[in-house]
C-alpha cells in the first residue's frame, strides 16, 4: 500500500520518538550487576583512602567548562551540550567532573577545612562528540579529586587509588601512562620553542593542528591524524625544559612509583584535552594494540581554584569511563556475581487467596526472607513457570482453601514434593527447608 507524504512523515516521527537520542544507551537490568559491581567496588576504594561523597548538579553555567576546561580544546570548541534558555546566563550539561567540584568548593567555603580535602562522585556526563565504539554522547565517569596539597605524594595517593580501583575489579593488561607538562614557569619557553620547531611543518598538518599551532600549542603533541604524528614524533620534549621545581616534583612521583612497584610508561607525548593540568599527568590504557582509548586519566591542576576566584590551592584527581571499563571486564571475561535472588515464591489462586497472600508476602519481608509474587497473575501454572525460571527452591501455595484454614502448601521445586503447614510456622518451615538446601 502507497503511503502518502503526512503518512510517511508520522511513521518517521514515530520512529524517532521510539530511539534513544543518539550516542545515548540505555543500562537495562541485565547490565546493573555490571554497574554495581563496578561502582561498589570504586566506591569502597575511595572510602578507604578517605574520600567523601560529593554531588553536584548536572548542569553548571557555560562559562565554568569554558574558563576551566579551556577556550581552544575539543571538549569546549565542538562538545559542549548547550542548554537554550530565553535570557539567563547559558546553561550546559557537564563534560565533566572536575570544574563543578572545584565551583563547590569555593562557593561552599571548603577551604577551611582539614586539608587535603578529598572527594569522589560517579554520574552521567555529557560530551557532544560523534558516537563511535567506546565513545558516547552520554556516559559515566567516577572521578576522584584532592584539593590542599602541593606534595608529590598527593600525585601518588590520587594514581594509587586509580591503580588500585582496576587492580581491585580483577582487571589485567593494562598501561599507566605518565607525563609532566610543567607550569607556568617553564612552560611558556617550552612552547616558544615548540612552535619554533613545528613552523616549518605549519602547511602539512591537519586543520586542528593549524589552529592549535597559534591558540594550544601544547595539544600539537596528542594529535590523532599520521601526517601530525609524524611531525610530533621528533618534536623536542617538555621533560628536557621543565624546572627546578617540576623537575625534583615529578622526579619524586616517578620515585615513589618505583617503591610501590607500579610500572609505567613514559609518554613524553601526554598532555590531556583539558587545559587546566600542570606537573603530573597520566592515563590508563589497555595494553592491547591498536586500541584508542583510555579507560581512565587525570593529572594535577595547581592554578584552577585560583583561576576559578579561590584561593591558590594545589589539586589533582582523575576519571574512570564506566562504560569502557564494563566493556573491558566483558572482554576479560571477569566473573560478576548475579544480585542475590529470592529462593521462594508466593503463588495464590482465587480472590481471598490473593487478598491474603499480600499480608503474608509482608510478613515474611519483614522476617527477612525476600519472596517473589506476582499479583496480578491468576493460573498457578504461569505463577509455577516464572518460579521456575528464576530457580526458586520454594514455591508456596495458597489456594482458596488453605486461605479459610490458615494454613499454606510448600513445595520443593526440584523434588515437587509437597507439604501442607500452618501459616503460623511458615517463617520457621522456610528457614528450615532452606538452610538445608
Ligand atoms: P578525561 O580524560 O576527559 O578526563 O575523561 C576520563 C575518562 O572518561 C576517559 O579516560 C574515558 O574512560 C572516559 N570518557 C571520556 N570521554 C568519553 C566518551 N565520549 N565516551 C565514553 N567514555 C568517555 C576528565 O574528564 C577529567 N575531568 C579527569 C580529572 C579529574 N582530572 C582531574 N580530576
Not at 563534560?95 to 578529598?118: D, L, Q
Request: glycine share 8%; hydrophobic share 35%; proline share 4%.
Amino acid at each position: 500500500m502507497k503511503q502518502n507524504k503526512g503518512q510517511k512523515e508520522t511513521e518517521e516521527k514515530k520512529q524517532v520518538l521510539v530511539q534513544a537520542p543518539l550516542g545515548m544507551n540505555d543500562i537495562l537490568p541485565a547490565e546493573q550487576k555490571y554497574w554495581n559491581f563496578a561502582i561498589g567496588q570504586m566506591e569502597d576504594l575511595a572510602k578507604y583512602f578517605g574520600y567523601k561523597k560529593i554531588v553536584t548538579p548536572i548542569i553548571e553555567y557555560q562559562d565554568l567548562f569554558t574558563r576551566s576546561i579551556g577556550r581552544v580544546t575539543d571538549i569546549v570548541e565542538k562538545e559542549i551540550f548547550e542548554i537554550k534558555q530565553k535570557r539567563e546566563t547559558k546553561l550546559a550539561l557537564r563534560p565533566e567532573f572536575t570544574a563543578g567540584i572545584v565551583r563547590s568548593y569555593i562557593e561552599n567555603g571548603m577551604k577551611n577545612r582539614a586539608k587535603p580535602v578529598r572527594f569522589y562522585s560517579f554520574g552521567p556526563i555529557f560530551r557532544y562528540s560523534k558516537p563511535q565504539k567506546g565513545r558516547f554522547r552520554e556516559f559515566w565517569q567516577f572521578n576522584v579529586e584532592a584539593l590542599g596539597s602541593c606534595s608529590a605524594g598527593q600525585d601518588v595517593e590520587v594514581i594509587l587509588l586509580c591503580w588500585d580501583i582496576f587492580e581491585k575489579l580483577g582487571l589485567k593488561n593494562l598501561t599507566l601512562q605518565i607525563n609532566s607538562i610543567g607550569c607556568p614557569n617553564c612552560r611558556p619557553e617550552y612552547l616558544s620553542l615548540l612552535k619554533e620547531y613545528y613552523r616549518p611543518y605549519r602547511r602539512r598538518l591537519c586543520a586542528d593542528c593549524k589552529r592549535r599551532f597559534s591558540k594550544n600549542p601544547l595539544r600539537l603533541l596528542d594529535c590523532k591524524e599520521a601526517r601530525c604524528k609524524e611531525v610530533a614524533d621528533k618534536a623536542p620534549q617538555i621533560i628536557d625544559y621543565l624546572c627546578p621545581d617540576c623537575h625534583s616534583h615529578f622526579k619524586s612521583v616517578l620515585e615513589f612509583l618505583d617503591e610501590l612497584d607500579i610500572s609505567y610508561v613514559l609518554n613524553l607525548r601526554l598532555v590531556r584535552g583539558l587545559d587546566y593540568y600542570t606537573k603530573t599527568v597520566f592515563e590508563i590504557w589497555p595494553e592491547k594494540e591498536g586500541g584508542n582509548l583510555s579507560l581512565g586519566g587525570g593529572g594535577r591542576y595547581d592554578l584552577l581554584v585560583e583561576e576559578l576566584g579561590g584561593d591558590p590551592t594545589c589539586a589533582c584527581g582523575f576519571a574512570i569511563g564506566l562504560e569502557r571499563i564494563i566493556s573491558e571486564l566483558k572482554n576479560q571475561r571477569i566473573d560478576v556475581k548475579e544480585e542475590r535472588k529470592p529462593k521462594v515464591m508466593l503463588v495464590q489462586l482465587g480472590e481471598i487467596a490473593k487478598r491474603k497472600s499480600l499480608p503474608l508476602f509482608e510478613k515474611l519481608r519483614k522476617q527477612g526472607i525476600r519472596v517473589l509474587a506476582i499479583f496480578g497473575k491468576d493460573s498457578v501454572r504461569g505463577q509455577l513457570s516464572v518460579a521456575n525460571k528464576n530457580k526458586v527452591t520454594l514455591a508456596l501455595i495458597l489456594g482458596e482453601k488453605e486461605a479459610l484454614e490458615g494454613s499454606i502448601i510448600i513445595r520443593d521445586m526440584q523434588s515437587g514434593s509437597q507439604e501442607t503447614v500452618s501459616q503460623n510456622r511458615i517463617v520457621e518451615e522456610i528457614k528450615k527447608r532452606l538452610k538445608e538446601d
